[in-house]
């Protein structure tokens, strides 16, 4: 088969479940309700958020190209910000499809492009996980100290009984 003929099947197969999953997922919508939904957005939105959306991912992306900038590049090649985050955002995709499958693809995407070992760039993608989780952490307990007062009635709700 040839480059372009498979190329065409490849794209063919994408679409089409695309479609296939489209359809199982807007079954049973109502689109007067969806219409009404469009028409009372807030359209104005839409641009700051995008741009917001995107500058994060491009954060991500650089973050993961300072994480892997001393591995031994072979052949001169290292993982440059563009691929970083085209990587990245396969890595979301794959996400929507098999839930942290877009961590190991990142890996495996990166190793292909660059050269560089797939088990030192999945060194590079635990390590931003540790530092997401221990920038949550610290966000939570900022957060808790500063709103104590509002949040306190509702820790009255949620306290473990005590046992006696």
Known sequence: MSRSLRNLATQG?????AGLLLYFALRGVN????GQAFQAAHWGWLIPI????????AVRAYRWVVFSRDLAPIDGRTLGLSDAFWITMMGYGANYIVPRS???LRGVRASQRTGLPFSALMGTIVAERVLDILCLGILLLVVGAVEFERLEPLMALVSLPSVS
């Open 50 to 57: 995008a741009f917001t959306v995107i500058f994060s991912h």
């Open 31 to 34: 689109w007067s309700d969806m």
């Open 13 to 17: 197969l994408t679409l089409g479940l």
């Open 102 to 104: 877009g961590e190991f």
